[in-house]
């Protein structure tokens, strides 16, 4: 059984640029000798961006591009032009993925008011004073995108797993501060709650 080929940068920024609306193929052939295609500054998914093709909110606080992966998937990469937030939408449409982002940011900001908390549940976990799983649902209840979970836990060879050992998670964390809101989430759901809702 052979496993699946990922697809190369060429062929992820030409299927990138067909995913562009109302553009002739000769404009798309253009595109590909252009700087249009840029990397993502993600280094989980290891994105390439279009920055032609984007929609913004109504109200200019977050705007979506249209992205692909590392494995050749599209998505709608959406930023907060005011936070240093993103978020990375696996929704058909930029205006579902700018209402995903937009609810994912405002969960973030409310965990972020109790950081404090997390950190002392982090020393927790790490001392084993405390132990909790914690799971993709997890981090998507957290605010953090599952398609940036996914490439983030197949990054670090924990991609088949569903959930992990609060201490691992724990850990990770000071690889990636992200995984505090996902601690968070997991604590509110196995009771023990660091800090209500």
């Not at 200019?60 to 998937?73: E, K, L, S, T």
């Not at 930023?79 to 990375?88: G, P, Q």
Request: net charge positive; charged share 30%.
């Amino acid at each position: 059984m052979h496993a699946r080929r990922r697809p190369d940068r060429r062929q992820r920024m030409e299927r990138l640029i067909m995913a562009r609306p109302m553009t002739s193929l000769l404009e798309k052939e253009i595109l590909l000798a252009t700087d249009m295609i840029q990397p993502g500054a993600d280094r989980w998914v290891g994105a390439l961006v279009d920055c032609g093709n984007f929609i913004p909110a109504e109200d200019g606080r977050i705007v979506a591009w249209r992205a692909i992966d590392r494995r050749g998937q599209l998505f709608w990469l959406v930023v907060s032009r005011f936070e240093a937030m993103r978020y990375h939408a696996t929704a058909a449409s930029a205006h579902a993925a700018l209402t995903e982002g937009d609810a994912a940011f405002a969960r973030r900001r409310r965990a972020k008011r109790h950081w404090p908390e997390i950190e002392a549940l982090t020393r927790d976990l790490l001392r084993f004073r405390r132990r909790l799983t914690v799971t993709r649902d997890d981090a998507r209840d957290g605010g953090l995108s599952l398609l940036a979970i996914t490439c983030f836990c197949e990054r670090l060879g924990l991609g088949r797993r569903f959930g992990i050992p609060g201490w691992l998670a724990a850990m990770l964390m000071r690889l990636e501060p992200d995984i505090g809101f996902a601690l968070l989430a997991a604590a509110r759901r196995q009771g023990g709650d660091p800090a209500p809702a």
